[in-house]
């Protein structure tokens, strides 16, 4: 292919990502029939179909989803580090998008990035609260937060908070009366309330260890959530038994609204981690972020 036609892949990438000639002809600057031409004379040089097009919607054969999910990458990176370029030197503006778990963004990054936007004014940052493993290349986001132990190894990965041990609690209205679980298999015989994760629609397993014994259980109940904050809630009106984070229930603990269980069974996780792609190119808004968040004993892998 000729140089001159990577014009045509920026196309094709745009109309895979919007689904629609109409928007991506927009997004271009030009018109519908004439990007229907260029992807046909792609499709064309190449030799292969590349889109398959109905009245109503446009989306990618098995070779054009190969051929996007190579050259889609690229491209970002090349709009990345140009505008990299543009940004000036010594005064950092622009957008950080991050994805994290509620519990991540309002223990850590709440916290820690107030005095970052209000020490720039031009740095903007947007969060996205999100409980499944998600993928911050293909969803375009700058950084992720994550557990230690779920960071993957590609990936450049920076310690932002202290270990994470989680807690089984519930109102004693709704422990009165009952046998108080000792061990998991117990929890079978009291309601449990559920977080459902987006990530194939599964609820999250409850894990514990005693003894170096890791032990994970699925338990049920009346009610599910896909966020924390309900969850405790629900458990602060009596619907049953909640596991979450330590340090999110514990003020309720103290004041008696909330009683903890199975407390020997505590387990203890790797602490968030910021993370992002190693071939990123860094912003200076984006190292002021990391720098910010960095915890004094944590060690960029």
């Known amino acids: 292919m000729a140089r001159g036609n990577y014009n045509d892949l920026l196309a094709f990438v745009a109309v895979a990502r919007e689904g629609s000639f109409t928007r991506a002809a927009a997004q271009l600057g030009v018109s519908q029939s004439a990007l229907s031409h260029t992807m046909r004379a792609l499709e064309a040089s190449l030799g292969v179909r590349l889109l398959t097009r109905t009245t109503r919607s446009v989306s990618t054969t098995e070779a054009g989803e190969r051929l996007m999910a190579t050259i889609s990458p690229r491209f970002d990176e090349i709009e990345a580090e140009l505008a990299a370029l543009n940004l000036r030197k010594d005064k950092p503006v622009g957008t950080i998008r991050l994805t994290a778990a509620e519990h991540a963004a309002n223990t850590v990054l709440w916290p820690k990035l107030i005095g970052l936007t209000t020490d720039y004014p031009e740095i903007n940052v947007e969060i996205i609260v999100d409980y499944g493993l998600t993928d911050i290349v293909a969803g375009r986001y700058d950084a992720g937060v994550r557990l230690g132990d779920q960071v993957e190894k590609d990936m450049i990965a920076v310690r932002i908070g202290p270990d994470l041990k989680m807690a089984v609690v519930a109102a004693p209205s709704y422990l009165a009366g009952k046998l108080q679980p000792q061990s998991p298999p117990d929890l079978a015989q009291h309601k449990c309330i559920n977080l459902?994760?987006?990530?194939?629609?599964?609820?999250?397993?409850?894990?514990?260890?005693?003894?170096?014994?890791?032990?994970?259980?699925?338990?049920?109940?009346?009610?599910?959530?896909?966020?924390?904050?309900?969850?405790?809630?629900?458990?602060?009106?009596g619907f049953g038994l909640a596991y979450l984070p330590e340090d999110m229930v514990a003020p309720h603990v103290?004041?008696?609204?909330?009683?903890?269980?199975?407390?020997?069974?505590?387990?203890?996780?790797?602490?968030?981690?910021?993370?992002?792609?190693?071939?990123?190119?860094?912003?200076?808004a984006f190292v002021l972020l990391v720098e910010a968040l960095r915890s004094k004993d944590a060690a960029k892998r």
């Open 196 to 237: 459902r994760l987006p990530t194939h629609g599964g609820l999250m397993a409850w894990e514990f260890e005693r003894d170096g014994h890791m032990v994970k259980a699925h338990v049920e109940g009346q009610w599910t959530f896909n966020s924390s904050e309900p969850i405790l809630r629900a458990a602060l009106a």
């Open 254 to 284: 103290e004041s008696g609204e909330l009683k903890r269980v199975m407390k020997n069974w505590t387990p203890v996780f790797p602490g968030y981690h910021l993370y992002y792609a190693s071939r990123r190119q860094s912003s200076p």
